[in-house]
């Protein structure tokens, strides 16, 4: 092993206005030769329910190791006034390592919360993914290869289960292989920067190994968790037949998938649409947990 768990949790502090709770910084796993492993865990207010409160995984899609974006401050309030708890994790990016060490860190995030659940008045169980584009693709990921031992890794506690219950996907990509050059004014356009090297620290376009490895399909059985998929139709970053692949594979495999098509709506997503996708979202957990 090459990590150090830290068992200290810093005290939650409370949230301005959101009457909520946060446990900023706790510490996943101390990789050697790494930055920390983090995430902020979000609880609401009062009294959980007996199990616990209900947990979401928030997979974050921001170039650096930065707090959340306005994407997840947006969410977290929503899923807090739900009575949801939310976890943002951070992952080391292609930069710091190569693949699959993103995979073994959102799933070393899952293990931690588990592991920390009776303390944290967390359910172990109601324990769901959620995630916008790269973020999207990892929440994806952690739906498909739960039970995979081989997928795990070595970083953080081990024992809990890394599986979620089930994940909601903004606007994922699927196959690397498959991805439009960036569009003009992104930010990858402007600075040329690969986004296949962001996020994997090398592109699997020559690569037919990496190109099977990254690719949700290579992993995807029946026994996937519910998914729940939306896209829009103008996206250019991202193209809607990454999802329309994905979600038809998730069919032929037997596995439970709902499928959102959004009209005329881009790779972000801005108001009504980003509200009324939450709102689905939340439902889709609420089914699905029970």
């Known amino acids: 092993m090459t990590h150090v768990l830290l068992p200290r949790i810093a005290p939650p502090e409370p949230e301005p206005g959101a009457g909520c709770l946060r446990y900023r910084d706790a510490v996943v796993a101390q990789l050697t030769g790494y930055r920390p492993l983090l995430l902020d865990l979000t609880v609401p207010d009062g ?20 707090r959340q974006g306005p994407l997840g401050r947006y969410l977290g309030a929503r899923l ?39 303390t944290l008045a ?92 990254t690719n949700p399909l290579t992993h995807l059985t029946e026994t996937a968790a519910p998914l729940l998929v939306t896209h829009g139709t103008a996206d250019a970053t991202v193209p809607l037949a990454h999802s329309e692949s994905l979600v038809a594979a998730y069919w032929r495999a037997g596995a439970d998938a709902d499928f959102r098509w959004l009209p005329d709506t881009g790779h972000a997503y801005g108001h009504p649409v980003r509200s009324e996708m939450t709102t689905t979202g939340i439902s889709f957990l609420r089914k699905h947990f029970g």
Do not use: C, I
Not at 88 to 93: L, Y
């Open 47 to 66: 009294s959980p329910p007996e199990t616990g409160w209900p947990v979401v995984v928030f997979v974050h899609s921001e170039t650096s190791a930065a």
């Open 80 to 118: 807090l006034e739900a009575g949801f708890a939310m976890a943002t994790v951070h992952f080391r990016h292609g930069r710091e390592a190569g693949y699959p060490a993103q995979l073994h860190d959102v799933k070393a995030a899952v293990r931690w919360l588990r592991h920390h659940s009776r």
């Open 122 to 213: 967390l359910d172990p169980v109601r324990l769901a993914a959620w995630g916008h584009g790269a973020g999207g693709y990892l929440a994806v990921l952690l739906a498909v290869t739960g039970g995979h031992p081989e997928l795990e890794g070595e970083v953080g506690v081990s024992g809990p289960d890394s599986s979620v219950q089930a994940a909601v996907a903004w606007s994922p990509p699927s196959d690397f292989t498959r991805l439009p050059a960036p569009p003009p004014g992104s930010l990858h356009a402007v600075t040329g920067a690969d986004p296949h090297t962001w996020l994997f620290g090398t592109s699997p376009t020559n690569d037919p190994a990496l190109a099977a490895a």
